[in-house]
C-alpha cells in the first residue's frame, strides 16, 4: 500500500494543483513532495525488515494478463527515495521565483514526479510502458512552456526521440509477452522465460534503442545539450537528476534479467559506444564556454561511464551503477541548483563573462566548489566511491576499455577546474561585482545537497546494503557464457 | 435488427420532421432523441442474441460483436450530433434531410456488422455510400464542395462495379452468396475465387480509403462542408473496416486460404501507412491533415485485417470508439475556429484553455499515447499481428510511422499553447458544447485506463 501511495500522492495533489492559482500551487507541491518524502523514508524502513509487504497486485486489464504490479527491490527503493529527495529540494530552490500560471507549472512537476516513481516501481511490463510515456509528457510541456526561446522545437525533438525509442520497446514487450506460456506481462514470467539466443539478439536492441536514448548513450545524445540548456532549471534537475536514470534503471532491471543472452552477445558493442560517448562527451565539455551546456555535456560522460559499467555485469560495476546512480543524481541537482542561482542573479550563463564571484558571494562559491569535487569524484565525497567500484568493474572485464573509460577522470578534472577558475575566480568585472550570496531557502537546499555528498562520501555503507540484491539477483540470471 | 429498423424509421421521421418544425435550430433534438432510441432498441438485440448467434432467413446475423459496434456507431453519432449539429444549418436550408441521411447511412452501418450473405454486403455498403455522394456536395453553392460530391460519385461507382464483379466470380466459383456456406476450399483455390477476393479486397480497400486507392481521400474530405466530413471519416470509416474485417475472417480465412491474399493485405497496409503519415506531414490546412491522417490511421485498422485472430476484433471495435470519438471532437473543434491552417489555432490555449486542453487529450489519442484510448487501439491492433508471427517487419514499420504521426498532432498542440495568437472562433463557445466535448475526453482516458469497459461485451 505505501508503494501506491508513493504514486497517488503526487498524482493527486498533482491534479488538484492544477486548479489552484497566486501563490497556493507552490505551497501545495511543496507539501506534496514533502509528504511523499516521509512515505518513502516510512517504506526505506519497513524495507530493512519486510521488502514483501511493499508489494501490491490489483487485476488490472484481465483480457490481457496485466496487472496493476508495484513493489521496490534495493534499486528501485534508492530511486524512490532519490525522487522523493530532489522533489522538495527543487522546489525549496525556486520557491521564490514566480513562474508564469504557476497551478499548471506545479502540477506538471508533480505528475512527472507521478510517473517517475511509477516507473521505477512497475513489476509488470505494460504498466512499466505506460509510467514511461506518463513521465514524459509533462516534462514536453514544462520545457515547452516555460524553455528558452528555442524551447519548442528542441523539446519537440527530444520527444519525437524518446517516443520513438519507446515505441520500439512495446514491439519488444508485446513479443516477449507471446511468447511467455500463460500470456502474462509481469516481471517474474519475462525473466523466467527461456528465449533462443536468435530472438535475445534482435529483441536486445528494440530494448537498448529506447533505454540508450533516454541516457542518453552515443549516438543518441543528440537531443540531450539542447533540451538541458533550453528548459527551465527545476525540470532541467529532473531530467538530468532522475530522467536520465530511467534508462539505467531499465536496463538492470528488464535488460538484463529478461534478455541475458542478447546483452551477452552484444555486451562489447554497448561498451563501445558507452566509452566513445564518454570521451566524445568530455571533450566537447572542455571546449564549451555556456555554463548550462558545460554540465550537460559533463552529464552525458558520467551516464557514459554508468552505462559501460552495467554492461560490463560483475558485482562490483553493478554495485558502483547503483551508488553512482544516486550521488549523480544529487551531485548533478546540486550543480544545476547553483547555475540557477547565477544565472538568476547576473542573468548570463556565458563563462567568459563571468570572475571573480569568491570575493562577493564566498557561500555561493564554497558550494560550487564542493558540488564540482564531488562531480569529479573525489575522494571523501559521495561520487569517489561509486566511480571507483565502476571502473574496477570495468577493469575485470576488460583493461583496455577501463584505460580509455579513466581518460575521463582525467578530462572531467580539466573541464571542472576550469570552469570553476572562470566563474569564481579571476578578475571580477562590473557585472559579477553585484553578485548576492545565496539566501534563506538556496542555502538550505544546497547545504543540505552538500551534507548528503560528506555524509555519503564517508560512510556509502547504507547504500551500498540498500542496492546489493539488486546486484545478487541480475548476476543471479542466467549470464550464460 | 432493431437498430437498423429504428435506424431506418428515423430516417424517415426526420424528413418528415423537416415539414412540420418551423425552428430549424430544433430539429437537431429530434435526431439525438433519435440516436437514443436507436441505442436502446439495439440493447434490446442483446438480450435476443444473448451469447449466440441470431440468423434472419440467411441474410442478417445478430451476435454480440454486431451489437456492440452498432452500439459504438450510434453512441458516436450521438456524440456526433450533439458537438456538431448546430453547425448543420449553416451548410443550406434543409437541415432536417441532412440529418435524414445521415440516419440513412447508420442503416447501412448496421448492416456492415451484421450481414451474413454478400448480397446484403452490396447493400451495406451502397446504403452507407449513396448519401455521402448527397452529403459531400451538400454546400451546393461552393465549387469545391461539388467537385467531392462528383469525383466522389463516380470514383465509388467505379469501385462499386469493381465490388460486384469481384462478388459475381466468388459465386461463379462456389455456387453461393451466403458467407458461412460458401466452400472456398481449404488449400488450393480456383483462379476464378481467387480473382473474386482480391476484386473484392480491392473494392472495400478503397472504401476505407487504403492506398493505393486513397486518392478521392484528401480532395472528398477537403471539400465536403466540414461538418459532414467529421461524420464521413470516423464512424462509416469503421463500418467500412468492419465489413471487410468480417468478410475476409468469415468467408477468406478457412485453412491455410488466407497465405493467397494475406501478403498484398499487408503490402496495402504498409503503403497506406507510409503514404498517409508521410504526405500528413507536410499538409497546411488541419482540414486537409485530418484528411491524410484518417488514412494513416486506416494503416493501422487494416492490421486486424491482416491479422487473423480473436485480439483482432477486441483490436477494431477498440480502434473505431479511439478513433470516432477523438476525430468527432477535433472537428467539432475545428469548426468554431474561423482560419482552418494550423496558424488559427495558435493562441487557443490562452483564449478557450478547456478546448485546448480536450483538444489535446484528442490528439494524444490518436498519436497513441499510454493512458488514452488510442494506445490501447493501436496496441491490440499491433499484438494482433506480433501474435500472427510473420509480420513483425510490418509492425516495426507501424511502429516508426506513429512517430512520424506524432509529428503532425503535435504540430497542432505546439499552435495551441505555445505560440502566440489569436485564435478567433466564429461564434461563442456554449457550455453545453464544453460538457459534450469534456465526456467526450473522459471517454477518451478512461478507455485508456480500463480498456476493458468496452472489451468485456464482446
Known amino acids: 500500500m505505501l508503494t501506491v501511495l508513493l504514486i497517488l500522492i503526487p498524482l493527486i495533489t498533482g491534479l488538484i494543483t492544477f486548479g489552484l492559482k497566486g501563490p497556493g500551487a507552490k505551497v501545495m507541491s511543496l507539501l506534496s513532495s514533502l509528504a511523499t518524502l516521509v512515505i518513502a523514508v516510512i517504506a526505506w524502513l519497513q524495507f530493512q525488515t519486510a521488502p514483501e509487504a511493499l508489494r501490491f497486485t490489483e487485476s488490472w486489464i484481465p483480457q490481457l494478463g496485466s496487472q496493476f504490479n508495484v513493489g521496490l527491490d534495493g534499486m528501485g527503493m534508492m530511486l524512490c527515495l532519490l525522487t522523493a529527495i530532489s522533489f522538495p529540494l527543487i522546489f525549496i530552490t525556486v520557491f521564490r521565483r514566480e513562474y508564469d500560471r504557476p497551478g499548471a507549472?506545479?502540477?506538471?512537476?508533480?505528475?512527472?514526479?507521478?510517473?517517475?516513481?511509477?516507473?521505477?516501481?512497475?513489476?509488470?511490463?505494460?504498466?512499466?510502458?505506460?509510467?514511461?510515456?506518463?513521465?514524459?509528457?509533462?516534462?514536453?510541456?514544462?520545457?515547452?512552456?516555460?524553455?528558452?526561446?528555442?524551447?519548442?522545437?528542441?523539446?519537440?525533438?527530444?520527444?519525437?526521440?524518446?517516443?520513438?525509442?519507446?515505441?520500439?520497446?512495446?514491439?519488444?514487450?508485446?513479443?516477449?509477452?507471446?511468447?511467455?506460456?500463460?500470456?502474462?506481462?509481469?516481471?517474474?514470467?519475462?525473466?523466467?522465460?527461456?528465449?533462443?539466443?536468435?530472438?535475445?539478439?534482435?529483441?536486445?536492441?528494440?530494448?537498448?534503442?529506447?533505454?540508450?536514448?533516454?541516457?542518453?548513450?552515443?549516438?543518441?545524445?543528440?537531443?540531450?545539450?539542447?533540451?538541458?540548456?533550453?528548459?527551465?532549471?527545476?525540470?532541467?534537475?529532473?531530467?538530468?537528476?532522475?530522467?536520465?536514470?530511467?534508462?539505467?534503471?531499465?536496463?538492470?532491471?528488464?535488460?538484463?534479467?529478461?534478455?541475458?543472452?542478447?546483452?551477452?552477445?552484444?555486451?562489447?558493442?554497448?561498451?563501445?559506444?558507452s566509452v566513445i560517448g564518454i570521451i566524445y562527451a568530455s571533450c566537447i565539455a572542455?571546449?564549451?564556454?555556456?555554463?548550462?551546456?558545460?554540465?550537460?555535456?559533463?552529464?552525458?560522460?558520467?551516464?557514459?561511464?554508468?552505462?559501460?559499467?552495467?554492461?560490463?555485469?560483475?558485482?562490483?560495476?553493478?554495485?558502483?551503477?547503483?551508488?553512482?546512480?544516486?550521488?549523480?543524481?544529487?551531485?548533478?541537482?546540486?550543480?544545476?541548483?547553483l547555475v540557477e542561482v547565477i544565472q538568476d542573479r547576473l542573468k548570463i550563463k556565458d563563462m567568459n563573462g563571468l570572475g571573480g564571484i569568491a570575493t562577493h558571494a564566498p557561500k555561493l562559491a564554497v558550494m560550487l566548489v564542493i558540488v564540482s569535487l564531488a562531480n569529479i569524484a573525489l575522494p571523501l565525497t559521495n561520487g569517489f566511491i561509486g566511480e571507483f567500484l565502476m571502473f574496477s568493474g570495468l577493469f575485470q572485464y576488460n583493461p583496455w576499455f577501463a584505460a580509455v573509460a579513466a581518460l575521463a577522470i582525467i578530462l572531467a578534472a580539466v573541464y571542472m577546474l576550469n570552469m570553476l577558475q572562470k566563474v569564481i575566480f579571476g578578475e571580477s568585472n562590473t557585472l559579477t561585482a553585484s553578485t548576492v550570496d545565496l539566501k534563506g531557502g538556496e542555502m538550505l537546499a544546497i547545504a543540505l545537497i552538500a551534507a548528503v555528498i560528506f555524509v555519503l562520501g564517508v560512510y556509502p555503507k547504507p547504500l551500498l546494503e540498500l542496492v546489493h540484491g539488486t546486484t545478487a539477483l541480475v548476476n543471479a540470471t542466467a549470464w550464460v557464457k | 435488427m432493431n437498430a437498423l429498423i429504428t435506424t431506418a424509421v428515423f430516417g424517415i421521421v426526420l424528413m418528415f420532421v423537416g415539414l412540420f418544425v418551423k425552428n430549424r435550430q430544433h430539429i437537431k433534438y429530434y435526431a439525438i432523441a433519435g440516436t437514443i432510441i436507436a441505442f436502446i432498441a439495439n440493447w434490446y438485440d442483446a438480450q435476443l442474441a444473448g451469447g449466440g448467434t441470431v440468423v434472419l432467413h440467411g441474410m442478417i446475423e445478430v451476435s454480440r460483436f454486431s451489437v456492440l459496434f452498432n452500439a459504438v456507431a450510434i453512441a458516436s453519432t450521438f456524440l456526433y450530433f450533439v458537438l456538431c449539429g448546430s453547425s448543420f444549418e449553416k451548410v443550406g436550408n434543409d437541415v432536417a434531410d441532412y440529418f435524414a441521411l445521415i440516419f440513412f447511412i447508420l442503416s447501412g452501418i448496421t448492416l456492415t456488422a451484421s450481414f451474413s450473405n454478400l448480397l446484403m454486403l452490396f447493400l451495406a455498403i451502397e446504403i452507407l455510400s449513396i448519401p455521402q455522394y448527397i452529403l459531400a456536395g451538400a454546400d451546393k453553392k461552393n465549387l469545391k464542395s461539388n467537385e467531392a460530391s462528383l469525383k466522389y460519385f463516380l470514383m465509388g461507382s467505379f469501385t462499386t462495379g469493381i465490388l460486384l464483379m469481384g462478388i459475381a466470380l466468388i459465386y461463379g466459383a462456389t455456387g453461393s452468396f451466403s458467407l458461412r456456406e460458401m466452400s472456398l476450399g481449404t488449400g488450393d483455390i480456383s483462379p476464378l475465387a481467387l480473382c473474386g477476393i482480391i476484386l473484392t479486397g480491392f473494392a472495400l480497400a478503397f472504401k476505407v480509403s487504403a492506398a493505393p486507392f486513397h486518392f478521392w481521400t484528401p480532395d472528398v474530405y477537403d471539400g465536403s462542408p466540414t461538418v459532414f466530413t467529421a461524420f464521413m471519416a470516423t464512424v462509416v470509416k469503421a463500418a467500412g473496416f468492419i465489413a471487410f474485417m468480417r468478410l475476409f475472417h468469415v468467408s477468406f480465412a478457412g485453412g491455410n486460404l488466407s497465405q493467397h491474399w494475406q501478403l498484398i493485405i499487408a503490402l496495402i497496409t504498409a503503403s497506406t501507412l507510409l503514404i498517409g503519415n508521410f504526405t500528413a506531414v507536410f499538409q497546411q490546412s488541419v482540414k486537409r491533415m485530418l484528411a491524410y491522417s484518417s488514412i494513416a490511421q486506416a494503416g493501422f485498422m487494416l492490421f486486424a485485417i491482416v491479422a487473423l485472430n480473436e485480439t483482432a476484433a477486441q483490436g477494431i471495435i477498440l480502434y473505431a470508439v479511439a478513433y470516432s470519438v477523438a476525430t468527432i471532437g477535433i472537428f467539432a473543434i475545428l469548426l468554431k475556429l474561423k482560419d482552418y491552417t494550423f496558424d488559427g489555432y495558435n493562441g487557443l490555449a490562452r483564449r478557450e484553455p478547456l478546448l485546448a486542453l480536450v483538444n489535446t487529450i484528442f490528439l494524444l489519442s490518436l498519436a497513441g499515447i499510454p493512458l488514452t484510448a488510442g494506445f490501447f487501439a493501436k496496441y491490440f491492433v499491433l499484438s494482433a499481428a506480433v501474435q500472427q508471427g510473420n509480420l513483425l517487419w510490418l509492425v516495426i514499420l507501424a511502429v516508426l510511422c506513429a512517430a512520424i504521426s506524432a509529428y503532425y498532432y503535435f504540430r497542432v498542440i505546439i499552435a495551441m499553447y505555445f505560440k502566440s495568437g489569436e485564435a478567433e472562433t466564429t461564434e461563442p463557445i456554449t457550455t453545453g458544447f464544453k460538457s459534450a466535448l469534456v465526456i467526450g475526453a473522459a471517454v477518451i482516458i478512461l478507455l485508456g485506463v480500463f480498456p476493458n469497459l468496452v472489451l468485456q461485451f464482446l
Open chain 1, 286 to 337: 572542455i571546449m564549451q564556454s555556456d555554463l548550462k551546456r558545460l554540465i550537460a555535456y559533463s552529464s552525458i560522460a558520467h551516464i557514459g561511464l554508468m552505462s559501460a559499467a552495467i554492461f560490463a555485469n560483475n558485482e562490483q560495476s553493478l554495485q558502483g551503477v547503483q551508488v553512482q546512480m544516486f550521488n549523480h543524481g544529487i551531485n548533478i541537482i546540486g550543480l544545476w541548483m
Open chain 1, 105 to 273: 507549472f506545479y502540477g506538471l512537476m508533480l505528475l512527472s514526479q507521478a510517473g517517475l516513481i511509477g516507473v521505477f516501481t512497475a513489476y509488470d511490463a505494460l504498466l512499466f510502458y505506460a509510467f514511461w510515456e506518463l513521465a514524459l509528457i509533462p516534462v514536453y510541456f514544462l520545457c515547452s512552456m516555460w524553455g528558452g526561446e528555442r524551447a519548442v522545437p528542441v523539446t519537440f525533438k527530444f520527444f519525437v526521440y524518446t517516443f520513438t525509442g519507446s515505441l520500439l520497446m512495446l514491439v519488444g514487450i508485446i513479443y516477449i509477452y507471446f511468447q511467455t506460456p500463460d500470456h502474462s506481462f509481469s516481471w517474474t514470467a519475462f525473466t523466467t522465460l527461456h528465449l533462443s539466443s536468435g530472438e535475445q539478439s534482435w529483441l536486445f536492441w528494440l530494448f537498448f534503442v529506447a533505454f540508450a536514448i533516454k541516457m542518453p548513450v552515443f549516438p543518441f545524445h543528440t537531443w540531450q545539450p539542447d533540451t538541458y540548456e533550453q528548459s527551465p532549471t527545476p525540470v532541467t534537475m529532473v531530467l538530468s537528476g532522475i530522467m536520465v536514470k530511467m534508462g539505467l534503471f531499465g536496463v538492470v532491471r528488464w535488460l538484463l534479467p529478461v534478455l541475458p543472452q542478447g546483452a551477452y552477445m552484444w555486451q562489447e558493442a554497448a561498451i563501445v559506444l
